[in-house]
C-alpha cells in the first residue's frame, strides 16, 4: 500500500472504531492504540514531506473521481507542514497524557477517542479540498472539542462547553449560508475549482459569500469579537485538551481563513482587514491577559493574542510574512503547548487555578517550573528561544513594507506580554513557598518526556533556526502559487 | 577554532557546568565559575587580535563578529571586572542558596556582555542584549520576596528598551539590507541623516534604559542594591557600560557631524531638529540624570542604595562627555568608564563585605567598623577618593578631562551642573566612610570580623588600580587613544602621566601622587599611634530625652537624617520623582485594561450577539471593507 | 431595548440575505447544459446510471463520490455519542447508569410498542437495503431503527439493551466502512473506488457494487449510534424538582 | 399545479407561524412540539420540491428522534422558560 | 414539478420562510434566557438552512433524481442531487450538535440548579 495522505483521515478514523473493541480486551489498549496511529501518522507526515520537497504538491482523489466531482486531498509544502505540526503536536500531547492522573479509568475510552478525532478533525480541514467537506470536518473537531472541554464533571467545564458549541453553532450556520450562496453561484464545491471560477460570482455576492465564511471560520480562528469562548474553553479543558486547542485545533480554523484570503477569493481589501483584525484581536487579547488571576485564563488570552499576530502576519501577505507567520504558527504550537501542559501540574490541586496560589512552587516542582519559565521566555520572545525568530522575521517583514506603526504596536505588545508572564515567572521561583511539598502533584515520567521534547525544540530552534526556516520557505511558497494549486487538483479537467 | 567562539564557549560551557555542579558541592559551582572566566580572559588576551572578522550566516541573515579598538577598550571592563567579581562571590554567596542558579546566570551575563562586545552586527548584538538582559534580571530577583516588584520593573524598563532597539533594528534592516553596523555607518553618512530620526532616538532609547539616563532609570537604584553585591560590583560596573558602549557608537559613530562636516536637517516630523540638536538633549539628560542622582543618593540611609544612586550621577557624567563628543570630552568620559568601573566594582564589593559580615549596610544601624574591618575600610576610602575625583586617584584625571572638554567646546552651564553634582557627591563620600566606618562602635558589631581573604583580594586589586591609574593615567591613555581613532578622532594626544589645562600647564601626577602618600601614610601612622590609647566608648543609641520620646526632628543620632538642612534646600527637587509619574501612568493603564477585559462577559449570548453584530458591521460596511 | 437592537441586527442580516438570495433565482437551470459535464451536478446526473450503475443518484453521491464527506458524517454521530457519554458520564458507584427511572407504562402502551416493533425494525432495514434504488438509505433507515427501540425503551422500564452489542454493531459498522475504503487503496486504487465488486444490473437490489454494502454499514452504525445517544439520555437520573 | 402552489403557500405560513409559536410559547413542552411540527411542515416541503431522499431524513430525525431528545431534556430539567431564580444550594 | 406561473409566489413562500426560520432562531438565541429555548432556535435556524439548500437545488419541472424503472430511458430533467446530498449531512450533523447541546444543558441545570443562561456566568473576563 502506497503512503497517501488519505492515512491522515482513514487511520485514525479505523483507530476509533476499533478502540471500543480492544479495550473490552484490556484497558491498556485504549492509552496506547492512539499512540500507535500518532506514531504511524509521524512516519506518514516524514514520508510524505520528504516526497513533496522533492516531486511537489500532491493531490490525491478520493473514491476514484477526479475533483472536482469527488472529493480530494491536498498535501502542498503548505497544507503538509500544517498536518505534520499537528501530528507532532498530538503525538506529544499523546504521551504527556498518556498517564495524566485526572482522566481516570472509565472515561478514558472517550477521552482518547474525542482526543484522537479532535487531531484528526483538524488535520482534515487543513488537508482536504473540498468546501463541504472541511466543514463535515469542522463539525468533527467542534464536537470533540464541545465534549472534551467539558470533560471534568468537577468544574464548570459545561458552561464553557456550552458557550462553545453556542458559536461553534453559530458558525455552521453562517458556513453553511455561505455554502449554499456559493453552490448555488458557481456549481462546485472543490476549492481549486472554486478559486478558478469566483471570478464568475458578481462581486457584491463574492464579497456576502466571503464575510459568511469570515464570520464562520473567525469564530473557530478565535479572532476578535468572536472568541467569546476561547478562554472559558482553554481554562476549563483538561490540561492536554488546553495545549491540543492552541497547537492543533485554533490551527485549523487559522488555516481556512488564509485559504479563503490567498486562494479562494480574489478580494481587494482582505489583506488590510485581516492585519487590522489581527491587530485588534492581539491588543483586546493581551490587555485582558494581564489582570487575570487565572493561569489558565492567563495561557488562553494570551493564546488568542499570539493568533492575531499570526493574522497580521498572513495580512501583510508578502513570502517573509508568510514564513514569519508560519514559524508564529510552529513557536505557537510549540510553546503554548509546552505553558499549557506545564501549568496543569502548576495547578494541579487549585480548582481555581489562581496564579497566587503557585507562590514558590518553584522550590517542590523545579522540573515542571523550569519548563515553564523557559516556555514564558520563549513566548515573549527572549533570545535565544525559538519564539525570538519568528517575533524577528514578522518585524522584519513589516518593516519591509513600512509599516512602522506595526511594528511599535507589537512591541508594545511584546512588553505587556514580559508583564503578566514574569509576574508568573516571579510567583514561582521568588515567594515565600506556600504549599507543602505533600500537596503538589508531581509529573509523571511520559509528562517530563513529552514537556522535554517541546523544551528542547524551544532551544534547538532557537540555537539554530535554520532547522526549520527552509520548509517555512517551501510552505510559504506553496501557499503563494495559487495557480498552482489550482493545475495541480484539477490536472485531469483542464487538460 | 576562533577566538571568539573559544570565548563564548567556555564562558557559556562554565555556565552549564558550574549549575550542574552545584550538586556535588555548593563551593565547587563558585570556584568552577572562576576558572572559567580567569580562563576565558587569559585565552582571550593571549590571542587577542583586532582585525580578525569571523562572518557566517544563520537563518537568512548574515553575522559578523570581530573586536575593534572601542569594544576591546570595554573587555577589560568586562573581564577584568568579570574576574575579580566571581573570585569575591565564591566566598561573598558560600551560605546561600541556589548557587548553581547564580553561578549559572553570573557566567551567561559575562558571556552575552562579551558577545554584545563581539558583535558587528546588529542582530547577535541585540540578541547578545538580550540574554544580558535577563540572566540580570534573574539575579536581581535572586535575593527573592522583597525583589519581585523591582524585578518586575527592571523587566519592563529593560524590555521597553531592548524592543525600542529591536524595532530600530529592523527599520535599519528594511533600509540597509544588511544588519552590519559598518554598514549602517556607511549608510548614514552616504545619504544623511534625514528620515532616519527615528531609528537614531529609539537606538538611545535602548540604550539610554541600560545606562540608566533619565527617564528611564528608574530600575536602576533598588535593581542595583538589590542584588547580590558580588554581581552588583559587575552590574553597575560593567552591565550599565554596555549601554555607554551602544551610545558611544550612535553619538560618537553615527550622530557625528565632525566627520562630514555638515549639519544634517532630520527633516519629517521633526523639521528644523538636526543631530545637534539630539545631542543637546542627550547632553541635558546626562546632566540631569548626574545631578539628580546625587541629590537622591544624598537621602539614602542604606549604603548600597546609595552607591546605586551615585552610580546613575557617575553614569550620567559619562554620557554627557560622550554627548558632547569633543575629543577631550570623549576622551573623559572613557576615562571615567572605566575608572567608574573600577572604583564603583570595589566599593560595591566593600559593601558586601560589610553586609556580609555585620549583617546590614544600613548606616544608620552600624558604625565604627574601622577597627573591625580596616582593609576593607582602605578599600572604601581609596575607591571614595576616586569617586569624588580628589587627586591622586584615577577618578580626578577623567574628571579632569571632562571639565576640560566641556569649558573648551563652551558647555559652561553643564559644566555648572556637573561640578555641583560633583561637590555634592564629597557629601555623601563622606556619609559611607563616616557612618560605617568612622564614629563609635556599636554593640551589635563586636563580633564583626574582617572579610575573608578572596574577597579581599578582588577589592585590593581594584583599589590598587585606581592608584595605578591615578598616577600613570597614560596606561589607560593607550587604549582609549586607540579607540577614539577607531571611531575617527585622529591623533589624540596623550601623555603617560602628565596632564594638562586650558591655559597649557602641566602637572605630573606621578610628583603629585608621591607626596601625598608619603603625607597621607605619615599622618595615618601619626594618628593610629596617637590614638591608640585613650579611647572613651559610649554607645550612640543610650539616649536620654528626660522621659520624653525623641522625635524625628531632634537630631539625635548623627547618622540619622544626616543632611536634614542640605535636604531641606533641595525638597522641592525631590517632589518630582519619575517614580511617581511611571506610577501614576501604570496605574491608569491598569484601570484601562480592568476596563477592556469585562467585554468578556462571560455570558455565552452576548458573545453570540457580538457575532452578530461583527456580521451586520461587515456587511453594511463590506463595500468599504472591500472594495 | 436590547429587543429592538437584536431585531433591527436580524433584519439588516435578513435584508443581505434577501439581497443575495436575489442573484439566486428560485427553480433556474443552474447546471448548464445536460452535457455540460463541469457543471457537478449535471456531470452526476449523466454518469451516475453508467458509471456507478445505481439508480438514486443522491445514494451514489453520498455514499461514492462524497463518500469520504459520509464517513466523516458517521464519525461526527459517533463522536456525539462518544461526547454525551463523557459528558453525561457518572461512576458507576453513583448508580446512575444502572437503570432508568421512568415509570412502568401502560399496558397497552407495552403490548403496542411489542407490536410494532418489529414492524418498524424491518421497515428500518428495509429502507437502508434499498437506499440505492429507492429513496432513503443508511441514515433513514438507521434513525427508524433506533425509533423502534426508542419505542421499546419507553414502554418498558426493564428493557435492556446490551452495550455490548451496541458498541459491537457500531464498531463492526465502522470498521467496515474504513476497510472497504482501504480495500480500493490496497488495491491500487483510490480510497473507497467502487472497482472490486462488479456494479450488476440497474435497478436491481444487486447493484452499484460497494454502494449498498456500505450504506448497509451506514445504517447499521447510525442506528446503533443514535439508540446508544437514546439509551445515555434516557438513563440520566432526573434531579430533584425544585419548588 | 395549482394545488401544489396553494399547499405550498399555506405550508410556508404555518411554517412561520409555528417557528413564531416555538419561540413565544412559555411552556417548553409546546414549544418543542412546535419545532417537531416545523420539522413535519419541512419534510412535506421537501417532498413537493423533489427531494424524497431529505423528506425522509428530515421525517425520521427532525420529527422523531430531536423531538424526543428536547422532551428527555425537557424532563430532566425544566418545563417553564420563566423558571423562578433558585437561589437555595 | 413546475409551478408554472406561480413561481413567484412558490419563490416568496420558500425563500422567504427559509429565511424567516432562520432570523427567527437566531432570535431566539439570542433573547431567549432559557437554555432549551437557545438550542430550539439553534435547531430552527438549522431547519431554515436546510429548506433554502434543497430550495437552490430545486429545477423548474425537475423530478427526484432516481433512475427508477419508470424514468430510465427517458428524457427527464431532474433537480440538482448535490444540495440533497449535502442537506442530508447537515442534518445529522445538526441532530449531533443538538444532543450534545442538550446534554450540556442537563449538566448545566444539575450544576447550576437553572436553565438560565445569565445565571450561568461564573466563567469571565
Redesign the interface.
Known sequence: ??I?P?HY??VP??A???I??FA?LNREFVRIIPGIVLLYLSYVSIVLMNQVSSTGTIS??????AP????NLVFSAFSGFLASLMTFMGLVIWIYSYRFKKIDD??AL??Y??FL?LITGAI?IVL?G?I??LF??L??V???A???T??Y?NR?G??????Y??????A???I??G???L???I????MADIAQKSHLI?T??K??????F??GFG?EAEMF??N??A??AY??APGPVGAAFSGIAVKAGMYVIIRLIYTLFD????FQ?LIVMGLITTI?AE??A???TNLKRMLAYSSIGQMGIVMVAFGIGTREAIIAGLFLMLNHAIIKGLLFLSSSYLVYNDDNKLISSLSGLGKRLPLVSFLFALGA?AI?G???FSG??SR?YL??A???K?L?YL??II??I??IE??YY??VI??L????IKVKSDDVQKPSINAVISMSILGILIIAIGI???LV?SYLGNAADALLDKAGYIENVLVD?NN | MNTYFVVLLILFGGAIISFAINKVSYLLSGIVAFIATASATVFFYLNVDTDNFVQFSLAGFDFQWGLNSLSLLFTYIVLGLGTLATLYSIQYMRFKNNLGYFYFNFLLGIGSMMGILFSQDFISFFIFWEIMTWSSYLIVVYNGNKTHKIGIKYMIFSGIGAYAMLMSIVMIYADVKSFLIADYIDYISQVGLSGHYLQIILLIVGFGVKSALMPLHVWAPKAYANSPMGYTSLFSGALSKMGVYGLSIVLLSLLTNFNTGENVSLGGLFEGINAEFIRIIVQWLGAITAVMGTLYALKQNDAKKLLAYSSIAQLGYIITGLAIGTELAVMGALFLAVLHAIFKGALFMAMGAVERQAGTTDMTKISGLVRKMPFTFIVTLMSIIALAGIPPLGGFVGKWLLYEGMITSGHYFLVVLIFFSSTAAFLYCYRILFGIFLGQEEKETINVREAPISMLIPMLLLAILTMVFGTYPGLLFEPIANAMSYIGYNDVVWEMSTISNVWGDKVSLDYVSLTIFTVFIVAMIFLTIKNYKGTRYVTTKDISTSGEMPTENENLTFQLNFFQPFERAVAPLYKRSMDKIYNTIGESLDALFNFVRTIYTGNGQTYALYVIVFLVIMLIFKDSIFN | MKNIIVIALLLVVGFYLVDSFNYIKFGDNRLGAPSDEKTVGAYYLNNTVEKTGVANVITAIIVNYRGFDTLGEVTVLFLATTGLGSILYRRRKEGEHEERVTKESSYLLQTGSKILFPFVILLGIYVFIHGHLTPGGGFQGGAIVATGFLLMLIAYKNFKLGHNQLTWVESLAGITFVSIGMWGLITGGTFLENSFIPKGTLNSLFSGGIIPIIYIAVGFKVAAELTGVLDILLSIKPSKIKK | MIIYVVIFSILAVLLVASALFAIIQKDLLYAVIATGVISLILSVMFFILQAPDVALTEAAIGIALTTIVFVITIRNTTRNEDEKEINSK | MDFGQYQNIVTISVYGSAIALILIGLYAVLIKKNLIKIVIGLSLADAGIHLLFVAIGYLKGGTAPIFSPSVVGENVTMVDPVPQALVLTAIVIGFAVTAVALSLVIRLYKHHNTARIDQIKSLKW
Open positions: 500500500m502506497v497517501s488519505v483521515i482513514a478514523l479505523l476509533a472504531f476499533v471500543p473493541l473490552k490525491e482523489v478520493l473514491a476514484g473521481w472536482p466531482f469527488g472529493i472509565e472515561p472517550k477521552f477517542v474525542l478525532m482534515g482536504t473540498d463541504f467537506n463535515v470536518f463539525e468533527i467542534g464536537i470533540s464541545y465534549s472534551l467539558s470533560f464533571r464548570d459545561a458552561e464553557a462547553g456550552f458557550k458549541l453556542l458559536l461553534g453553532a453559530f455552521s450556520t453562517l453553511l449560508l455554502i449554499i450562496l453552490y448555488s453561484s456549481g462546485t464545491l472543490n458578481p457584491s455576492l464579497v456576502s459569500i466571503f464575510i459568511l469570515v464570520v469564530i469579537p468572536l467569546g469562548w478562554p472559558d481554562s476549563q478580494i481587494e481589501g482582505s482587514f483586546i490587555v485582558s494581564m489582570k487575570q521566555f515573549v527572549l533570545p535565544p525570538f525568530w524577528l518585524l522584519l513589516a518593516a519591509d513600512e512602522i511594528i511599535a512591541l508594545i511584546a512588553v514580559i508583564v514574569f509576574r516571579n510567583k521561583y521568588f515567594k515565600d539554530y533556526p535554520d526556516t479537467i
